[in-house]
């Protein structure tokens, strides 16, 4: 089993890792194009609510609700009825979804209203920002239909990873960045504004994705004729599944969206300063703890409805595959959260320091960077953990929790108002801090999950390790001034070689504390 995981681990990462990549790419042509001024908090906006429902759906709600009962058709052995659910989920879904856009894209205005309040004000008394409001409210008519595209590469998705094709849905990603990085490059002279170029990059990247999966889906026999079917048991299981985890899974997200919210009241620069920071947060977000939890996911599910098992075998299996992917999650989130930690303006400057984004917007971005990686484990393990209830097709608790944290998170968001952008990061770190540990906390309150001692005592090695690591990155790597006399190629160069010495004394250290091969067994 857990060389199984590990293998459909690797899968998901090294296509993520591919995506990421690419999605630094676009970043890096976004800030040369857009700088960190208005054309680029307005974009940034609008293209927050469609990447904030992908997440929303291709890596949360969705397939949380709709692969556990999935695989309760899988179970039968029935194709046809496994099809028939698929197309009255399938129908179902898109009619919702088609309506919910429709009236978005009609109602964009109202939309924009809601996520960028501070830029209404302002339109309503002719303030400053009053045209950012009304570019928002235009770019959302275009940006909102990648709903639509996304809601069916997630089903499509989710079908596939059950089946244990996950490189499919995990290389999608790479079409919408591959589409906004060319309208950037050679669209945006042709349009009166490089923001609506980039724009419907994000729209031809969802038609791209949704296109991507038709021909998988029909290889696997999969590929259905969508029907409307409201009331089908199935269908009813997910909607009722799916109606809590919309909120109770995408906490993160929607604490993000709430700092826009707030930030749209604060300076010029501050949506732009707190995306290009999240942008780095989420690098090993995607690339490890969101892996981890796509391929655990369908496991736990699998464990969770085999009968022919008794209670307890059943309950160790599952307990044991969760403390896998605790600590698969550990392993690679200690390092990355000390790294980027100490790298966050380095790192910065070397992806986003050109044309019209300078130095100080290198330091404001790394500040919020360094604060947001305080969250990074926590954000790590919510994805992780969440599978625990999601796998038994409990939902109720994790909503309960996801509230809670979004209730911390805004109370946060406005004590850190006078701190600025770098006090909504914190908001966001320390609501994701109580949303893992709620999580945790419910999973052994109700005996499904408990750290192991080999995973407390494998945890205590990793943070040996990463504070080695961090000592030994920190006394090499060059003062900001340093980075500042460098050209490019020699701030790839150090970064390379920073994050090769890091690894090198964060893995012997490992090995030297006794960490083995068997320590990364289920």
Same mark, same amino acid.
């Given at each position: 089993m857990s060389k199984k995981l590990l293998k459909s681990g690797m899968v998901v990462s090294g296509m993520t890792l591919i995506?990421?990549?690419?999605?630094?790419?676009?970043?890096?042509?976004?800030?040369?194009l857009l700088g960190s001024g208005v054309a680029a908090d307005v974009f940034l906006f609008a293209n927050r609510i469609p990447n904030f429902l992908r997440r929303l759906f291709a890596e949360g709600a969705f397939s949380k609700a709709f692969v556990p009962v999935l695989a309760e058709y899988n179970a039968d052995n029935d194709l046809d009825k496994t099809r028939e659910?698929? /197309?009255? &989920?399938?129908?179902?879904?898109?009619?919702l979804v088609t309506m919910v856009t429709l009236v978005a894209v009609l109602a964009s205005p109202i939309v924009a209203a809601l996520f960028g309040t501070g830029w209404f004000i302002d339109w309503l008394n002719g303030g400053p920002n009053a045209e950012k409001f009304t570019q928002a409210s235009m770019l959302l008519k275009i940006t909102f239909p990648y709903l639509w595209f996304i809601t069916f590469v997630a089903l499509s998705g989710a079908v596939l990873n059950t089946i244990g094709k996950f490189g499919v849905m995990a290389f999608s990603p790479v079409l919408l960045n591959v589409a906004i990085i060319a309208v950037a490059i050679l669209g945006s002279p042709y349009f009166d504004s490089p923001d609506t170029a980039l724009a419907w990059g994000v729209f031809l990247g969802g038609l791209l994705q949704f296109l991507f999966q038709i021909p998988f889906m029909k290889k696997e026999g999969l590929l259905v004729k969508p029907k409307w079917a409201w009331n089908d048991d199935g269908v009813k299981k997910v909607r009722t599944l799916m109606i809590p985890a919309l909120f109770g899974v995408s906490v993160t997200q929607l604490n993000l969206l709430l700092n826009q919210v707030i930030a749209s009241f604060l300076v010029t620069g501050s949506i732009s300063w707190l995306y290009y920071a999240d942008r780095l947060i989420e690098f090993p977000l995607g690339l490890f703890g969101i892996a981890i939890s796509t391929v655990v996911l369908p496991s736990?599910?699998?464990? /969770?409805?085999?009968k022919e098992l008794s209670d307890s075998v059943r309950a160790e299996n599952f307990?044991?595959?969760?403390?896998?992917? &605790?600590?698969? &999650?550990l392993l690679l989130g200690v390092p990355a959260m000390i790294g980027i930690a100490i790298l966050a303006e380095p790192l910065i400057m070397t992806m986003f320091m050109h044309g019209k984004f300078g130095l100080s917007d290198v330091m404001a971005s790394g500040r919020a960077l360094f604060v947001m990686c305080f969250g990074l484990i926590s954000y790590m393990l919510i994805n992780v953990l969440a599978n625990g209830f999601y796998a038994h097709q409990n939902t109720k608790t994790p909503v309960k929790i996801g509230i809670i944290a979004a209730i911390s998170n805004i109370c946060f968001g406005l004590l850190a108002i006078p701190f600025g952008y770098v006090g909504l990061a914190m908001a966001s770190a320390l609501s994701a801090l109580v949303n893992a540990s709620l999580l945790y906390r419910g999973l052994a309150k109700n005996g499904t999950y408990q750290v192991s001692g080999k995973t407390a005592l494998f945890a205590l090695k990793l943070l040996i390790a990463g504070c080695m690591m961090g000592g030994v990155v920190s006394s090499f790597s060059p003062d900001l001034y340093g980075w500042t006399t460098l050209s490019l190629w020699q701030k790839i160069h150090w970064l390379i070689w920073l994050i090769a010495l890091a690894a090198v004394s964060y893995f012997g250290t490992l090995i030297a504390l006794g960490i083995r091969k068997r320590d990364f067994r289920a």
């Amino acid at each position: 089993m857990s060389k199984k995981l590990l293998k459909s681990g690797m899968v998901v990462s090294g296509m993520t890792l591919i995506s990421r990549v690419l999605g630094l790419v676009r970043d890096v042509v976004v800030a040369n194009l857009l700088g960190s001024g208005v054309a680029a908090d307005v974009f940034l906006f609008a293209n927050r609510i469609p990447n904030f429902l992908r997440r929303l759906f291709a890596e949360g709600a969705f397939s949380k609700a709709f692969v556990p009962v999935l695989a309760e058709y899988n179970a039968d052995n029935d194709l046809d009825k496994t099809r028939e659910f698929i /197309a009255k &989920v399938s129908g179902t879904l898109g009619g919702l979804v088609t309506m919910v856009t429709l009236v978005a894209v009609l109602a964009s205005p109202i939309v924009a209203a809601l996520f960028g309040t501070g830029w209404f004000i302002d339109w309503l008394n002719g303030g400053p920002n009053a045209e950012k409001f009304t570019q928002a409210s235009m770019l959302l008519k275009i940006t909102f239909p990648y709903l639509w595209f996304i809601t069916f590469v997630a089903l499509s998705g989710a079908v596939l990873n059950t089946i244990g094709k996950f490189g499919v849905m995990a290389f999608s990603p790479v079409l919408l960045n591959v589409a906004i990085i060319a309208v950037a490059i050679l669209g945006s002279p042709y349009f009166d504004s490089p923001d609506t170029a980039l724009a419907w990059g994000v729209f031809l990247g969802g038609l791209l994705q949704f296109l991507f999966q038709i021909p998988f889906m029909k290889k696997e026999g999969l590929l259905v004729k969508p029907k409307w079917a409201w009331n089908d048991d199935g269908v009813k299981k997910v909607r009722t599944l799916m109606i809590p985890a919309l909120f109770g899974v995408s906490v993160t997200q929607l604490n993000l969206l709430l700092n826009q919210v707030i930030a749209s009241f604060l300076v010029t620069g501050s949506i732009s300063w707190l995306y290009y920071a999240d942008r780095l947060i989420e690098f090993p977000l995607g690339l490890f703890g969101i892996a981890i939890s796509t391929v655990v996911l369908p496991s736990l599910s699998r464990i /969770a409805k085999q009968k022919e098992l008794s209670d307890s075998v059943r309950a160790e299996n599952f307990s044991q595959t969760m403390d896998w992917g &605790v600590r698969m &999650v550990l392993l690679l989130g200690v390092p990355a959260m000390i790294g980027i930690a100490i790298l966050a303006e380095p790192l910065i400057m070397t992806m986003f320091m050109h044309g019209k984004f300078g130095l100080s917007d290198v330091m404001a971005s790394g500040r919020a960077l360094f604060v947001m990686c305080f969250g990074l484990i926590s954000y790590m393990l919510i994805n992780v953990l969440a599978n625990g209830f999601y796998a038994h097709q409990n939902t109720k608790t994790p909503v309960k929790i996801g509230i809670i944290a979004a209730i911390s998170n805004i109370c946060f968001g406005l004590l850190a108002i006078p701190f600025g952008y770098v006090g909504l990061a914190m908001a966001s770190a320390l609501s994701a801090l109580v949303n893992a540990s709620l999580l945790y906390r419910g999973l052994a309150k109700n005996g499904t999950y408990q750290v192991s001692g080999k995973t407390a005592l494998f945890a205590l090695k990793l943070l040996i390790a990463g504070c080695m690591m961090g000592g030994v990155v920190s006394s090499f790597s060059p003062d900001l001034y340093g980075w500042t006399t460098l050209s490019l190629w020699q701030k790839i160069h150090w970064l390379i070689w920073l994050i090769a010495l890091a690894a090198v004394s964060y893995f012997g250290t490992l090995i030297a504390l006794g960490i083995r091969k068997r320590d990364f067994r289920a």
